[in-house]
Nanobody, 126 residues
């Protein structure tokens, strides 16, 4: 069992930055890939970014490349999502997720993730 707690969301203006955090407990965090997804009102949950167990490999959806950075601190059992130059259309609930599979690579597929955080609201005003 894995327990994930998302935090760091808030209300910001377009162009501002936020850093989301996801603290994990319950299993050896450092051996598993992690991801961030988001769900805007009335829409499906979409992939944002993912990171391998050792942080050496990352993956991003095209719309956030160059603005968002996913990272992890295995000593703190925490994964981060640094979001810069935020846009109003990125208003959503952001969820972190834990991927099964020892040493698994980052994945954009929601079905590859077994545990999810409760979500943190990010609102970007224009």
């Amino acid at each position: 069992q894995v327990h994930l707690v998302d935090s760091g969301g808030g209300l910001v203006q377009a162009g501002d930055s936020l850093r989301l955090s996801c603290a994990a407990s319950g299993r050896t965090f450092s051996s598993y890939a992690m991801g961030w997804f988001r769900q805007a009102p009335g829409k499906e949950r979409d992939f944002v970014a993912a990171i391998s167990w050792d942080g050496r490999s990352t993956s991003y959806t095209d719309s956030v490349k160059g603005r968002f950075t996913i990272s992890r601190d295995n000593a703190k059992n925490t994964v981060y999502l640094q979001m810069n130059s935020l846009k109003p259309e990125e208003t959503a609930i952001y969820y972190c997720a834990f991927r099964w599979g020892f040493g698994s690579p980052p994945s954009p597929s929601e079905g590859d993730y077994a545990y999810w955080g409760q979500g943190t609201q990010v609102t970007v005003s224009s």
